[in-house]
C-alpha cells in the first residue's frame, strides 16, 4: 500500500511544479498556485509542502535534492508570512490566528519536521514561532459545543493538531506538557456525546466526565454540518488518527484520546460507504458527490491504528476508484476543473497519499476484509433515530429516506454512487405552485420501522408541508426484501392553489463524463421507445414529457406508475455544483390548474427495481381501502398506508392488521395454485 501512494504522489509531480511561483520578498522562498493568507491560499501552499517532504524524504528519485528544495522553499515562505513572524503575503497580510489556521500550520509544521535537517536556521526558528503561537491559542480556550446543523466536532480535532504537533517537535518546551494536555483535551471533545458526561472511565489518567464539556455527536454517532447529516464530517476521526501518526512518529505512546469514539463513529461511517469506496449522502451532499478521499483517508488510518479489516477494505476500494480517475490525466490530477467545488482538492489529495504513505510505512498494511464478505456485513435495515434517516442495504441496492433537515429518499442500484445523484428533491420531488416557493419540506408527523430484523427492509410514512404550507404531501417510502422499493403519494391542497407544475416520485441520475467508473450517457426506455440520453454535450437542455407507465434507465432501474400518467426526463447537458445529473420524475403534472382548499389531486404508487430484479419489473396496482388508506400491490405483495388521522383495521388474506395514522402494512399475497 505505501508504494501505491508513493506512486501517486510522484505522479502529482507535474502539477505541483506547474504551479511552484518564486516569492522574490524573501531568497529562498516559493508559493504553490496562491500568494494569499486566506484558507485557500494557506491550506493548498501547506499540503502542498508536506506531500514533497515525504516524497523528497523516501523517494529515493534522482530529483530528490530538487523535490526538497522546493518543500524548503514552500516551508520557508509559509512560517515567514505567519502573524508570529515579520512579513505579509501578497494580499497584504499576514496568516495565523484564523479559524483553521491550527490546522494548516500542522500540515507546514510536519513537513518541516520532516526536512528538519535540510532548513537554515532562520526557517527553523520562524517556524518553531509559528507552530508555538498556534499551540498556545489553545491554552485556556474551552473547545467549542455544538450538535445540530453544525458540529463542532471538526473543529475541535483540527484545533487538537497545533498544540498535538508542539508538544512533540519540541518536547523540552516549558510548555510542551500543558501541549499535550490541550491536544487530549480538544480530542475528547470531538467525538462527544451525551453519555460522556457520566462516563467514569478513565483514559489518559482522567475520567472521561472529567475531559467532555460538549456534545458535538447525535447519541447514534452520526452528526450534522452545513445543516444536514455529512459522512463527509463523521470522517473528522481522520484528524484524530492523524495525531496518533505525530506521536508515533515522534516515537511516543498514542494517547487513548486520539481514539475516542473514533470506533463508535466508524461503525455508523461504514454502512453509509458504497462498494466503490465513497459516501452514500442520505440528507444530500453540498461537496462534490465522489468524496473518496474521506473513506479513503478513515479507512487507511482506521486500519492501521484500529486494526480494522472492514476499514481496511474501504481504504482499498476507494483508492482503486481513484487510482482510475488519476489515469485520466497525464499531470497526475483526479479531477477536471467541473468535477469539484472545493478549489483545492488535488492538493488536499497529495496530503492524504502522503500520510497514508507515513502510515502504512510505520504500522505495515492490515489484511482486509474481503469485498464479499465485507458488503454481506452491511446487509440490512438500520434506523438511524437521532440522525433522523434509514437505510436498506443489500446486494441489489441501497435505499434510504431522511427526515430531518427536509426530507429525501435515495435508491442506488447495486450501490452504485456513479448512478444516482444524491439530490435534496429525490423522490418527494419539486412542486410549483403560483405565489409560493417550493419550500424544503416539513415534517409535521412520520413513522418508520424496520420490516424484518433479518432480511432487512423499512417502510416510513409521514405529512410533508409544502409550497410554504398550502400543500400537504402524505409519502410512503417502503424498501421490501428481496423485492422492489414502493412510493405512495397523495397531495391536497390545503389552499386555494394554482398549480402550474408537479414533479414527484422523483430519481436524480448522474450521467458524467468520468471513464472508467461514468461513460457520458444512459439508455432511456420508456413506453414511446428507446434513447440514448448524452451526459456532457454542447447541446441545450433536453425535457422529455411522455405518456408511459415505466420507464427503463440502462436497465439499472426500472420505474412502474399507477395509475398510468405522464412522467418527465430533464435531461442536463452540463455540470453544475460539480455534478452533471438529470431528473426523472415518475409523477407528472402541468399547469396551470386551479385546485380548491381541501381537495386531493394526485394519488398515485411506484415500483422501482433495480440490478437484476429491473429485469423482472411488473406494473403495480393502486387500490384504496376507504378514504384515509392508499394501498399498492407489486412483486407478490400488498402494502397499505393510513394517511389518515385515526387508526383503521383492515382484514387481508386471512389476516387482520390495524393501521395506526401513517401507520404501514405489508402482506404477502398467497400464491394461486
Not at 483517508?297 to 481513484?322: I, K, N, P, T, V
Not at 417550493?438 to 420490516?451: E, G, I, M, Q
Not at 395509475?563 to 396551470?592: C, I, K, N, V
Amino acid at each position: 500500500m505505501a508504494r501505491r501512494y508513493l506512486a501517486l504522489l510522484e505522479r502529482y509531480l507535474p502539477y505541483i511544479r506547474s504551479n511552484l511561483r518564486d516569492w522574490h520578498q524573501l531568497s529562498g522562498s516559493k508559493y504553490h498556485k496562491r500568494d494569499g493568507s486566506q484558507e485557500h491560499d494557506v491550506r493548498q501552499n501547506a499540503t502542498v509542502a508536506y506531500g514533497l517532504a515525504v516524497l523528497g524524504r523516501y523517494g529515493q528519485r534522482a530529483d530528490s535534492e530538487e523535490i526538497l528544495r522546493d518543500c524548503a522553499a514552500l516551508v520557508r515562505y509559509l512560517s515567514a508570512t505567519h502573524r508570529a513572524n515579520q512579513l505579509a503575503t501578497g494580499d497584504g497580510k499576514q496568516w495565523g490566528d484564523q479559524w483553521q489556521s491550527a490546522h494548516w500550520t500542522a500540515y507546514a509544521g510536519k513537513a518541516a519536521w520532516l526536512i528538519w535537517d535540510r532548513l537554515d536556521e532562520d526557517t527553523r526558528q520562524m517556524t518553531a514561532r509559528m507552530v508555538v503561537h498556534e499551540a498556545d491559542r489553545f491554552n485556556e480556550r474551552p473547545p467549542d459545543d455544538g450538535e445540530w446543523s453544525d458540529t463542532k466536532a471538526e473543529e475541535n480535532a483540527w484545533n487538537s493538531e497545533a498544540p498535538a504537533l508542539a508538544t512533540c517537535m519540541f518536547p523540552q518546551h516549558p510548555r510542551a506538557a500543558l501541549w499535550d494536555e490541550r491536544a487530549r483535551l480538544y480530542m475528547m471533545n470531538s467525538f462527544s456525546v451525551r453519555a460522556d458526561h457520566r462516563d467514569d472511565t478513565v483514559v489518559d489518567g482522567r475520567p472521561v466526565k472529567d475531559w467532555v464539556s460538549t456534545v458535538c455527536l447525535h447519541d447514534d454517532f452520526t452528526l450534522e454540518n452545513h445543516d444536514r447529516v455529512h459522512p463527509d464530517y463523521m470522517g473528522a476521526g481522520i484528524l484524530q488518527l492523524r495525531n496518533a501518526l505525530v506521536y508515533l512518529s515522534a516515537g511516543r505512546d498514542v494517547p487513548r484520546s486520539c481514539f475516542h469514539h473514533v470506533p463508535d463513529v466508524l461503525q455508523a461511517f461504514k454502512l453509509l460507504v458504497s462498494p466503490q469506496g465513497s459516501s452514500f449522502y442520505v440528507n444530500g451532499q453540498d461537496w462534490w458527490p465522489h468524496r473518496h478521499d474521506v473513506p479513503l483517508a478513515f479507512g487507511g488510518f482506521a486500519g492501521a491504528f484500529l486494526q480494522d479489516a472492514d476499514a481496511a477494505r474501504m481504504e482499498r476500494d476507494a483508492l482503486e476508484s481513484l487510482e482510475k480517475l488519476h489515469s485520466r490525466f497525464p499531470d497526475g490530477r483526479a479531477f477536471h476543473r467541473h468535477e469539484y467545488n472545493y478549489p483545492n482538492v488535488e492538493e488536499e489529495l497529495i496530503a492524504r497519499y502522503a500520510e497514508l504513505y507515513l502510515t502504512h510505512r510505520f504500522c505495515g498494511d492490515t489484511p482486509p476484509t474481503p469485498g464479499a464478505e465485507f458488503e454481506r456485513s452491511l446487509n440490512g435495515a438500520r434506523i438511524f433515530e437521532a440522525g433522523g434517516f434509514v437505510i436498506d442495504r443489500s446486494p441489489e441496492r441501497f435505499a434510504s429516506f431522511a427526515w430531518v433537515n427536509g426530507a429525501m429518499g435515495l435508491v442506488y442500484p447495486r450501490g452504485d454512487t456513479y448512478f444516482t445523484s444524491p439530490d435534496t428533491s429525490s423522490l418527494l420531488g419539486r412542486i410549483t405552485v403560483r405565489d409560493a416557493k417550493d419550500s424544503v419540506p416539513k415534517v409535521t408527523t412520520r413513522t418508520v420501522r424496520v420490516l424484518d430484523n433479518e432480511e432487512g427492509g423499512f417502510a416510513v410514512a409521514g405529512r410533508f408541508l409544502r409550497c410554504e404550507g398550502k400543500v400537504a404531501q402524505d409519502a410512503a417510502m417502503v424498501s421490501l426484501p428481496s423485492g422492489p422499493v414502493l412510493y405512495l403519494e397523495r397531495l391536497t391542497a390545503l389552499e386555494d392553489v394554482t398549480l402550474e407544475e408537479a414533479a414527484t416520485g422523483t430519481f436524480v441520475i448522474l450521467n458524467e463524463d468520468a471513464p472508467p467508473l461514468a461513460c457520458n450517457r444512459r439508455i432511456l426506455t420508456t413506453g414511446e421507445g428507446t434513447r440514448e440520453v448524452p451526459g456532457r454535450a454542447d447541446i441545450p437542455d433536453e425535457t422529455f414529457v411522455l405518456a408511459t407507465p415505466f420507464a427503463d434507465v440502462d436497465g439499472e432501474l426500472v420505474v412502474r406508475t399507477a395509475p398510468a400518467g405522464q412522467m418527465r426526463y430533464l435531461a442536463r447537458h452540463s455540470y453544475w455544483a460539480s455534478r452533471l445529473d438529470q431528473e426523472l420524475a415518475a409523477f407528472y403534472t402541468g399547469g396551470p390548474v386551479s385546485i380548491p382548499a381541501g381537495r386531493s389531486f394526485s394519488e398515485r404508487a411506484l415500483a422501482a427495481f433495480t440490478s437484476s430484479d429491473a429485469q423482472k419489473a411488473q406494473e403495480p396496482t393502486l387500490m384504496r381501502f376507504g378514504a384515509p388508506v392508499l394501498a399498492v400491490e407489486a412483486a407478490g405483495r400488498l402494502v397499505a398506508v393510513n394517511f389518515g388521522n385515526s387508526p383503521v383495521k383492515l382484514s387481508r388474506f386471512g389476516s387482520e392488521q390495524t393501521l395506526e395514522p401513517y401507520g404501514v402494512s405489508v402482506w404477502t399475497i398467497p400464491q394461486t395454485p
